[in-house]
């Protein structure tokens, strides 16, 4: 047992001895940056930092300066522990390069104060009415923890700004890129001083961004100005508020796809409670509403409806439709027609106008339903104007074409059409353009769109098959179906021709005649058949009739015809660390 701890022991031992870096390590204990800002825009910056070696000996530390959008460097001093101490500068990679240290000294263990003087040129930017200036105070390259950092920055001769009230300044913190906020900054006889709260990590840095009045400034600040990087601050800010208003859409978006889904969730539990609609419907009604709503045909269930119903009759030699009598409970359309008949209109171009009549009179008595029904898309009709200002807002820069295009498509939904088919194309619009953008950026808002597509067929799909209306159709077709098809063997024979006197029209209306005459053949025969008057609409004798006449009309009347087919149904800079001039890390060599 006393061997084993032994060897415990020693292993421990050995690697204290090989890995003395890993137990103990370099860092900077102290990081101090003052930066004085000259009248004629260059940037005076005094570098205080204090090196702890502790492991392997190293020869000194190097200084890696970015020289962004072609600013400029001059270091003028390096000191070591005070004194006056041996450096190379050189360029490379579009930095400047401070190697301070002899190659044949190895320094002890221990740490070592380090101070750099250099000034950086063409560092300040045009923003708006005054300058700014966007810098990394404490680089975030530095490879090593730095404990404890501290940066100073006045005016050459005079205050940064007169009170705290009218300051303007920003601070950033963390890696490139990053925006955190472990620092504290206060003002104090127009200067500004600006510290970490915790250690900052290998490559975390500061950055800030100070914008000043021009007045502080000289005539010759003009050729310290860096257009290049004031295009390319402006670009890095656009993008960030890009980036910011990506995740406010989406989170938007989301709360209102959250909203829809609870919208559809709630109508589906109320539509599955919906009464069917009270009203008996006639056949022609049922013809309009089941999308069987072509002229001639409502016209030809209207006289099959009267035929029936013993209001006219049709001699078999002439094809003249005879009118009988007028019964009070009669439908208002199936009126209209019989009062055609009556008046011997059948052949005369009056009989056409009837016609129409009977259809606008439809058409206006169901428009207030159609109508309704657009109430229940509205949320979708709002979600979708929502969504695509939030979306192209952030996605796209040019955007009149682009919401010009929506507007044309969503209205034209609630303007020209009865249907919905246009509204599908907004979406597979919006995704096509977020498509042809940029998919990489686009595919959140892409989902999002898609979701929000499959709500709305889902909530189509709900609403078309729960309307009352739809539901008294089918139950209608149901009836029919086990009544006829199914049932009628367990009627007696009065039963059953009193069952087919009334769904017959139906029939009709619901294109289901043909099986219902096969039915009714088979039922009471061929000649039963042909007394019931059933036998003129089985071979299209009279329909044929009513189509002469249509056509006859529509030849004189083009214009008619024609004019008639459209009926039917906090302030922020955008800056973040690491984004501005100078900074760069460094280490030991």
């Not at 004194?83 to 390069?97: G, L, R, S, T, V």
């Amino acid at each position: 047992m006393m061997k084993m701890k032994k060897i415990k022991i020693s292993r421990i031992f050995f690697l204290f001895l090989i890995f003395p870096i890993f137990l103990f390590g370099e860092s900077i204990k102290n990081y101090d940056v003052f930066i004085t800002i000259q009248k004629d825009g260059i940037l005076n910056i005094s570098e205080n930092i204090n090196y702890n070696f502790d492991g392997r000996q190293k020869h000194g530390i190097y200084r890696k300066i970015p020289l962004k959008f072609g600013s400029e460097v001059e270091v003028f001093n390096v000191l070591k522990n005070g004194k006056k101490e041996n450096f190379d500068i050189f360029d490379e990679a579009k930095y400047k390069i401070v190697k301070i240290g002899k190659q044949d000294v190895l320094l002890e263990n221990g740490i070592y104060n380090y101070q750099i003087d250099y000034k950086m040129k063409k560092a300040i930017t045009e923003y708006g009415n005054q300058y700014e200036i966007y810098f990394n105070g404490i680089g975030q390259e530095w490879g090593v923890p730095i404990e404890k950092a501290n940066i100073v920055i006045k005016m050459e001769d005079g205050k940064l700004y007169e009170n705290s009230e009218n300051s303007n300044f920003e601070v950033y913190t963390g890696k490139k890129g990053e925006r955190n906020q472990n620092f504290e900054a206060r003002m104090e006889n127009g200067k500004i001083f600006i510290s970490n709260l915790t250690r900052l990590n290998e490559n975390e840095g500061i950055s800030f961004i100070i914008h000043l009045d021009k007045n502080k400034f000289g005539k010759n600040i003009l050729n310290q100005t860096n257009s290049e990087a004031q295009r390319s601050f402006g670009k890095e800010r656009n993008d960030f508020k890009n980036l910011a208003l990506r995740g406010i859409s989406l989170v938007i978006g989301f709360i209102i796809l959250m909203a829809l889904s609870v919208y559809v969730w709630v109508y589906y539990l109320k539509a599955k409670n919906t009464k069917y609609f009270d009203e008996e419907l006639s056949p022609v009604e049922v013809a309009y509403l089941s999308g069987n709503d072509d002229l001639k045909k409502l016209t030809e269930v209207a006289i099959l409806s009267l035929l029936k119903k013993k209001c006219i009759s049709i001699k078999e030699k002439t094809m003249k439709m005879i009118f009988i009598s007028e019964k009070d409970e009669l439908p208002e359309e199936e009126k209209i027609i019989l009062e055609a008949i009556r008046n011997n209109y059948q052949k005369e171009d009056k009989f056409y106008e009837k016609s129409l009549e009977m259809k606008k009179m439809l058409e206006k008595k169901y428009r207030n339903l159609k109508k309704d029904s657009k109430k229940y898309y509205f949320p979708f009709f709002l979600g979708v104007i929502i969504l695509s200002i939030l979306f192209f807002t952030t996605a796209f820069e040019n955007l009149s074409i682009y919401i010009g295009f929506f507007i044309f498509f969503a209205t034209s939904y609630f303007i020209f059409l009865d249907e919905l088919s246009y509204f599908r194309i907004i979406p597979i619009f919006f995704i096509g353009i977020l498509l042809f953008n940029d998919i990489s950026k686009n595919i959140l808002y892409i989902l999002e769109i898609i979701y929000f597509w499959g709500l709305f067929e889902i909530f189509n799909y709900i609403f078309k098959n729960n309307s009352s209306i739809k539901k008294w159709i089918d139950e209608l077709k149901k009836y029919i179906e086990d009544k006829i098809f199914k049932n009628s063997w367990k009627m007696d024979r009065f039963e059953r021709r009193r069952i087919y006197d009334i769904i017959l029209p139906y029939s009709v209306a619901l294109r289901q005649n043909r099986r219902v005459s096969q039915c009714f053949i088979k039922e009471f025969g061929e000649e039963e058949y042909k007394n019931q008057n059933v036998n003129f609409f089985s071979n299209n004798l009279v329909i044929n009739e009513v189509q002469k006449t249509f056509n006859a009309v529509r030849a004189k009347w083009g214009k008619i015809a024609s004019k008639n087919k459209r009926f039917g149904s906090g302030r922020s800079f955008g800056g973040s660390s690491g984004g501005g001039f100078g900074g760069g890390g460094g280490g030991s060599w």
